[in-house]
């Protein structure tokens, strides 16, 4: 699966890099949500008496390895990676305790090409496992935008926050415990929370703003319908507004973007990300401005087995220099073990098995295994001093000597 990634990393020009597992707490305190730290994180205090944090996520890390660079590299730079992240949350089908993370960031311009590029990359990552675009949506919406809106209708810096808070719980509990607990949480507001999560377009968001519409909302509304134009250019056609979509961390302040499964597929987003205009300046002072995203492994595995694209992980890459070697009897070991690493050192990828068995056994495990090719060995072979190999498709066999095999 990481093959097929880095294969869509490598066409948008991506490097790959990588970073510690334990940062400090204050590193992730700064920007991610205080739910994040606090309830869904592991972390402790070490012999030093320092406050550790094993990373429940990527994108501060890279801010922070970013920062130390971005002054002697031309910009904009182009990173990703693929690390193990850990969250303190209950297992279930798609979130894990411990699990394997696909991060892309694209930091030092704030173009919204680069915004479309991340939808782009998206689309080329889904490609390359045959998905197409009816299998997943990607929504989007953002923050300026909402932010505006807010502050158009009365909302102070608190209840933006709870605002941002309740809209993205939508979707995780039932619609009339939600739509309860959005009575309960926001009061004379709540009537505007729910006719905000009925407008799925810019236009009926503006409807919204009506009169108390202001520049800054005006331009905000002006940069979603060029991302908008920006994406249906590059021939993506599976971009939508979603008023839901707002990402739960605090980092993010302009476009942000979930993906989710339209018919087969995990219930909850697949993947999520959007920009960040002041995550750098934290670590180097200056404001630069990026965009990226972030889709465990676990839940986009959940995805293809679900439409069919899983691929078959018992199939050799490498099926046409790739074998499975065994001999016939425990004395033939060391020059069976003497072949193998002749047919590596000639460009062969070869599994050896330590144990001696039978022909039509170690046959069937071969094929099991998805080999094209065995390489055997019994006692005519070691009077020769040869190993036979094998085409499991054809049958067909060719002995080779042992100081001979390529």
């Not at 990588?18 to 991610?32: C, G, R, T």
């Not at 094993?54 to 890390?61: G, K, V």
């Not at 939600?178 to 009575?183: G, M, P, S, V």
């Amino acid at each position: 699966m990481l093959e097929k990634i880095s294969a869509a990393a490598h066409s948008f020009a991506y490097e790959k890099y990588d970073a510690p597992v334990l940062e400090p707490v204050e590193l992730f305190s700064a920007k991610s949500s205080v739910e994040l730290v606090n309830e869904q994180s592991y972390n402790f205090t070490d012999k030093g008496g320092r406050h550790l944090i094993l990373r429940p996520e990527m994108t501060p890390s890279m801010a922070r390895m970013m920062a130390r660079v971005i002054k002697e590299k031309p910009k904009p730079l182009r990173w990703y990676s693929f690390p193990n992240c850990y969250r303190y949350e209950r297992p279930q089908k798609g979130r894990l305790r411990e699990f394997r993370q696909i991060n892309f960031d694209l930091v030092g311009t704030n173009s919204i090409y680069a915004d479309a590029e991340m939808i782009s990359l998206l689309r080329s990552v889904f490609s390359n496992f045959g998905a197409s675009e009816n299998t997943y949506s990607i929504r989007f919406n953002d923050r300026r935008l909402i932010n505006s809106l807010l502050g158009a209708h009365g909302f102070n810096a608190e209840q933006s926050i709870l605002f941002f808070s309740t809209v993205d719980k939508k979707g995780k509990m039932p619609d009339a415990d939600y739509n309860e607990y959005i009575r309960e949480k926001h009061d004379g507001q709540a009537e505007f929370v729910l006719k905000y999560l009925q407008a799925d377009s810019i236009s009926a968001i503006s409807e919204l703003a009506g009169t108390n519409a202001t520049a800054e909302f005006s331009q905000a509304a002006d940069k979603c319908r060029e991302f908008i134009s920006a994406v249906n250019r590059l021939g993506i056609n599976n971009l939508v507004f979603s008023p839901s979509t707002v990402r739960g961390l605090d980092y993010y302040t302009g476009i942000v973007f979930e993906i989710f499964a339209e018919s087969a597929g995990p219930a909850r987003a697949l993947c999520g990300g959007g920009r960040y205009d002041n995550l750098l300046g934290l670590f180097s002072g200056e404001n630069l401005s990026g965009t990226g995203f972030g889709m465990g492994v676990y839940i986009l595995g959940l995805f293809l087995e679900e439409n069919g694209l899983l691929p078959d992980f018992s199939e050799k890459t490498a099926s046409e220099k790739s074998a499975f070697c065994f001999f016939t009897e425990p004395g033939l070991a060391s020059l069976t073990a003497a072949a193998a690493a002749q047919m590596r050192l000639n460009g062969w990828a070869v599994e050896f098995e330590p144990e001696a068995g039978k022909i039509p056994k170690m046959l069937g495990k071969a094929q099991k295994k998805g080999y094209k090719f065995c390489l055997l060995l019994g006692p005519d072979e070691e009077k020769k001093q040869c190993i036979v190999l094998k085409n499991l498709e054809n049958g067909e066999n060719r002995e080779i000597k042992v100081t001979q095999v390529h």
